[in-house]
């Protein structure tokens, strides 16, 4: 695969399509790319099979017939499954084709995936994203390579049909390792997010004004200018979800003691979320934090 190689040309598997994956293997099509899917619940990809996208019975399936095989899933077990259980696509992908795991996942995980498929003749990259259902849908994600620099190269245009940050970041692990530094920066926020807001509505403040005068100043953030709104609306539906935050949170403070770094604010934040997820807010938006506090 090279730059000469067209998008017509070049076949993209993409497993896994939930609230992010959906948008992202849409915008791979809207791209040109002829596009082979499979996820567990089959009719989360009825409306992309009705656009064009060709269904596979098993990730496998995908990777046998893929170009370049994504995969967009749920935890670190789910990718180690995928990539190198008994039927994984390590095994299943045709020599020379290129395989790009864009969850969240651990690090460790990620430099394995990455001696295994070089041992079969692959190319194997770890790209997380970062941007939400938002920046899914727009095509606007910030995507954090890891693995070889040659195969980040060829498959560039392939992460630009999805997002516009896109940045190489290093050798195999590279990847999650600055995700991890992404949650961990979103979590401490989001904190702040949610303590403001319900500081401003305790105080007798309009909380909608009150975000009006602090977004654009100092204390703007991603965060506070997509999830205040919805904060102060009372949506709680998930653009990332709770259980997912969870489980990126436990792999960053993993990391950070392997590092033997004190991450006080992760410690909180990972605190704070499973007393929320305790609720039975698990699938709820990770703006529902607000709820704690409130």
């Avoid at 293997?25 to 567990?40: E, F």
């Avoid at 969850?103 to 970062?130: C, H, K, M, N, W």
Wanted: aromatic content about 6%.
């Amino acid at each position: 695969m090279n730059e000469s190689a067209s998008a017509g040309k070049v076949k993209i598997g993409f497993i896994g399509l939930g609230v992010m994956g959906k948008s992202m293997a849409r915008n791979l099509m809207k791209a040109g790319y002829g596009l082979y899917v499979y996820s567990r619940t089959k009719s989360k990809a009825e409306d992309l099979l009705q656009e064009g996208a060709i269904w596979k019975d098993g990730a496998a399936d995908v990777a046998r017939n893929a170009d370049v095989t994504i995969t967009m899933v749920e935890y670190p077990s789910d990718v180690e499954n995928i990539f190198l259980g008994p039927s994984g696509i390590v095994t299943a992908a045709k020599p020379g084709s290129y395989l790009i795991d864009m969850t969240t996942s651990s690090p460790a995980l990620a430099l394995r995936i990455y001696e295994e498929s070089r041992q079969s003749g692959l190319q194997s990259l770890d790209a997380p994203v970062s941007g939400g259902d938002i920046g899914a849908r727009d095509g606007k994600l910030s995507i954090m390579v890891g693995g070889d620099e040659e195969a980040f190269e060829a498959v560039l245009p392939v992460f630009q049909a999805m997002g516009s940050n896109i940045v190489y970041q290093g050798a195999a692990g590279a990847g999650q390792h600055t995700k991890m530094c992404n949650q961990i920066a979103i979590a401490a926020n989001m904190m702040g997010v949610s303590e403001a807001l319900v500081y401003a509505e305790r105080s007798g403040l309009n909380p909608t004004r009150v975000l009006k005068s602090i977004e654009t100043g100092a204390a703007g953030s991603w965060s506070l200018s997509n999830l205040g709104p919805r904060i102060i609306q009372g949506n709680y539906e998930p653009g990332f979800y709770v259980k997912h935050m969870i489980k990126d949170l436990g792999i960053a403070l993993q990391s950070a003691e392997d590092m033997g770094l004190e991450a006080y604010g992760l410690s909180l934040a990972k605190t704070l979320y499973e007393r929320l997820a305790a609720t039975g807010e698990e699938s709820s938006g990770t703006q529902a934090l607000v709820k704690i506090y409130r």
